[in-house]
């Protein structure tokens, strides 16, 4: 099939009544669409400094080639090469962001993440452990995996791969253990890891919290887990889920872990 033959059909589809103007509206919503969605993965980021940057050089461009300044517009020239280089380099946290939540955009989902019965089971004894760990003063990183797989992290720690069970949770927390400073990864009804190191964001916003509430944060930015942090000094309780923390009573933690780990 010849390329004018193809080209005729599409001008013959373009030419219909009102499928034009719907194809470019389309075209104009999707583009608006992605620019919003990167407009979100960016912000709050160091890559939005970076942007403001590139505008300001695109701008300068534009006035070189406005006013014909031949010595910047072959300076510029030069460096807008360099910069698309390095674009990838510079942006690759987001763009790995980017890629994993597009990742996890199912078309066909399963009626449940867990069984109703280890889900239940889980977020009892994940809540029991809270409220002894609190009381206690004794601060804590417990991450639930859900989708997105952790084996990346699961290798940065101790693979214990053992039934979740209350014991062990606190066992692994108490202070002076050599697990207490690292995240415990929670899968199901098994516990796979202790002592794990998670990612730190990089969102200035959240530079005035811990090591260990930047790291569930970090972490939650990446991937779909439900992370807890237990803070030994203020003897709260906080949840983080895409990138986001707040904090959360004893008496609501199981009803929102319950909630969370449910397929919508």
Not at 19 to 25: S, V
Not at 26 to 53: E, N
Not at 211 to 226: C, F, K, N, Q, Y
Request: with cysteine; glycine share 6%; charged share 20%.
């Amino acid at each position: 099939m010849s390329a004018s033959f193809l080209e005729s059909i599409q001008a013959h589809f373009l030419s219909l009544s009102g499928i034009g103007y719907f194809l470019t509206f389309l075209d104009i919503l999707i583009v608006a669409v992605l620019i919003y969605y990167a407009f979100i993965l960016i912000k709050g980021t160091r890559a939005t400094r970076i942007i403001y940057g590139i505008i300001l050089l695109v701008f300068v461009l534009a006035l070189g080639r406005v006013l014909q300044l031949q010595t910047l517009n072959w300076l510029l020239s030069h460096l807008t090469t360099l910069v698309l280089v390095a674009i990838p380099v510079v942006f690759q946290p987001e763009l790995r962001r980017g890629l994993e939540r597009l990742g996890r955009i199912k078309i066909f989902k399963p009626s449940s993440i867990f069984l109703e019965k280890t889900t239940r089971e889980m977020t009892q004894i994940i809540s029991a452990a809270c409220q002894i760990l609190t009381k206690n003063k004794i601060g804590a990183l417990l991450v639930i995996k859900r989708k997105t797989g952790l084996d990346d992290i699961v290798e940065t720690g101790e693979k214990i791969n053992a039934r979740l069970s209350l014991k062990l949770l606190l066992n692994i927390f108490f202070p002076g253990s050599p697990l207490h400073d690292g995240a415990v990864i929670i899968s199901g009804n098994k516990i796979l890891a202790a002592g794990c190191t998670l990612p730190l964001t990089e969102n200035e916003k959240f530079y005035m919290y811990g090591t260990r509430h930047r790291a569930a944060i970090g972490l939650s930015e990446e991937t779909d887990a439900v992370c807890i942090v237990i803070s030994e000094e203020k003897q709260v309780v906080s949840l983080t889920v895409e990138g986001k923390i707040k904090q959360i009573s004893l008496p609501d933690l199981e009803k929102n872990l319950s909630e969370l780990l449910k397929e919508k």
